[in-house]
């Protein structure tokens, strides 16, 4: 699966975002200007897929929270999605839209939920839900096997289509990871086979990688061609059967364990793994440069474009040299306007950039001067 593009209107700092997304997507801009509320959008949208609405809402910080502070007491929030599905699915792209309404300032219900998609096949269909169920129109073939449960679903119940029909379950794996380079440091007793968001179970995942020789090999040559000084990688199991992780380099026999690794080394280790080894059609990373020296930024960039052969990206980034590294058309800039709200662009497009860019001024030398927007 993949998102060709998001909209949304009135989703937290965001009034009306409405922005195509690529295999790799570049997020800059200032500080508060709305990148982690682009992040969040996408969480959300996972959340609803995997726990629900209700739960979803509820780890936004409530509706409070989840509607942009300047809305009146009748606006709605309503994100919609262009989808590309996999070539395996029966289905060959969709467009979902869900609008939810809000009353006394806390209530939330389902205003409106529609889904269009075309099949392989070439019948097309939708799914409207009305007063009191689900409404088809076109050839409803591709879904023949959903309608019973599809037409008697109340619709005072919150199960949405994109959390009970399967060509949407990949929305469930969507990954934002936000890397804490001290939370590896400290071991892992347990945790799950798949990284968490802020990397703190780094020790166990790599511990499954290494144990397989091809794991093993594809980390250590991905992690040389940034860190080349690195000779191994190494996992320990203490007494109490917490497992950490050291590195051997080649300078010396002696193995240093996590918590005296630099920050930037373990930022690095646990990127390779996020981008190489968790299966998820789409991650978001926060601050994907964050400790690591500008020298490292080609090769991290080069990570990032290799990956996305595979899986979709969206990162996050301060740092002038990933800018600089990155494709121009793999930006997106998000800015805050007079009225606080967020806008999400890219660059590229801009007729003022591709200006600067033929007079040969740097994307990167735009950005450091705040002239993306000029």
């Given at each position: 699966?993949?998102?060709?593009?998001?909209?949304a209107?009135n989703?937290?700092?965001f009034?009306?975002?409405d922005?195509r997304?690529?295999?790799?997507?570049?997020?800059?801009g200032?500080?508060?200007?709305?990148k982690?509320n682009?992040v969040?959008?996408f969480?959300f949208?996972?959340?609803?897929?995997?726990?629900?609405?209700?739960?979803a809402?509820?780890?936004?910080?409530g509706?409070r929270?989840?509607?942009?502070a300047?809305?009146?007491?009748?606006d709605q929030?309503s994100?919609e999605?262009?989808?590309?599905?996999d070539?395996?699915a029966?289905?060959?792209?969709?467009?979902?839209?869900?609008s939810?309404a809000?009353?006394?300032?806390?209530q939330?219900?389902?205003?409106?939920?529609e889904?269009?998609?075309?099949?392989r096949g070439?019948?097309?269909?939708?799914i409207?839900?009305?007063?009191?169920?689900y409404?088809i129109?076109?050839d409803?073939?591709?879904?023949q096997?959903f309608?019973?449960?599809?037409?008697?679903?109340?619709?005072?119940h919150s199960?949405?289509?994109?959390?009970?029909?399967?060509?949407?379950?990949?929305l469930?794996?969507i990954?934002a990871y936000?890397?804490?380079?001290?939370?590896?440091?400290?071991?892992?007793?347990?945790?799950?086979?798949e990284?968490?968001p802020?990397?703190?179970?780094?020790?166990i995942v790599?511990?499954?990688?290494l144990?397989d020789?091809?794991?093993?090999?594809k980390?250590?040559?991905?992690?040389?061609?940034?860190l080349?000084?690195v000779?191994?990688?190494?996992?320990?199991?203490?007494?109490d059967r917490?497992?950490?992780?050291?590195?051997?380099?080649?300078y010396?026999?002696?193995a240093?364990p996590?918590a005296?690794?630099s920050?930037g080394t373990?930022d690095?280790?646990?990127?390779?793994?996020?981008?190489?080894?968790?299966?998820?059609?789409?991650?978001?990373?926060?601050e994907?440069a964050r400790?690591?020296?500008?020298s490292l930024?080609s090769?991290v960039?080069?990570?990032l474009?290799?990956?996305s052969?595979l899986?979709?990206?969206v990162?996050?980034?301060?740092n002038p040299e990933?800018?600089?590294?990155?494709?121009?058309?793999?930006?997106?800039?998000v800015?805050r306007?007079?009225?606080?709200?967020?806008?999400?662009?890219?660059?590229?497009?801009?007729?003022?950039v591709?200006?600067?860019?033929?007079?040969e001024?740097?994307?990167?030398e735009?950005?450091?001067e705040d002239?993306?927007?000029v």
């Amino acid at each position: 699966m993949r998102l060709t593009s998001v909209r949304a209107k009135n989703f937290k700092s965001f009034k009306d975002l409405d922005i195509r997304l690529d295999n790799l997507n570049v997020l800059i801009g200032a500080n508060a200007s709305g990148k982690s509320n682009f992040v969040q959008l996408f969480k959300f949208i996972r959340d609803i897929a995997e726990k629900g609405l209700g739960n979803a809402v509820s780890l936004q910080g409530g509706a409070r929270y989840l509607r942009n502070a300047n809305c009146g007491e009748g606006d709605q929030v309503s994100f919609e999605l262009s989808i590309e599905h996999d070539l395996v699915a029966s289905l060959v792209r969709s467009e979902y839209r869900l609008s939810l309404a809000f009353s006394g300032g806390r209530q939330v219900s389902i205003a409106e939920e529609e889904l269009r998609s075309e099949s392989r096949g070439g019948a097309n269909f939708a799914i409207r839900r009305t007063e009191n169920q689900y409404q088809i129109e076109g050839d409803p073939s591709p879904v023949q096997g959903f309608l019973p449960a599809m037409q008697s679903e109340d619709v005072s119940h919150s199960r949405l289509l994109i959390g009970n029909l399967p060509w949407f379950f990949p929305l469930r794996s969507i990954a934002a990871y936000d890397i804490d380079p001290k939370a590896p440091k400290i071991g892992a007793l347990e945790g799950l086979s798949e990284l968490e968001p802020d990397a703190n179970n780094l020790a166990i995942v790599l511990d499954t990688i290494l144990s397989d020789d091809e794991g093993r090999r594809k980390l250590m040559n991905l992690v040389r061609d940034v860190l080349p000084f690195v000779d191994a990688l190494e996992i320990e199991t203490l007494s109490d059967r917490s497992l950490f992780f050291k590195m051997r380099e080649r300078y010396s026999q002696q193995a240093i364990p996590a918590a005296f690794l630099s920050d930037g080394t373990i930022d690095v280790i646990a990127l390779i793994v996020i981008l190489y080894f968790e299966r998820k059609p789409l991650v978001l990373i926060e601050e994907a440069a964050r400790n690591l020296h500008p020298s490292l930024m080609s090769g991290v960039v080069a990570f990032l474009e290799d990956a996305s052969r595979l899986k979709q990206i969206v990162v996050t980034t301060h740092n002038p040299e990933l800018v600089r590294h990155a494709n121009t058309g793999q930006l997106i800039l998000v800015s805050r306007d007079v009225n606080g709200y967020s806008h999400a662009k890219r660059p590229a497009e801009r007729a003022s950039v591709q200006q600067f860019l033929r007079d040969e001024i740097g994307i990167h030398e735009l950005y450091v001067e705040d002239l993306l927007e000029v």
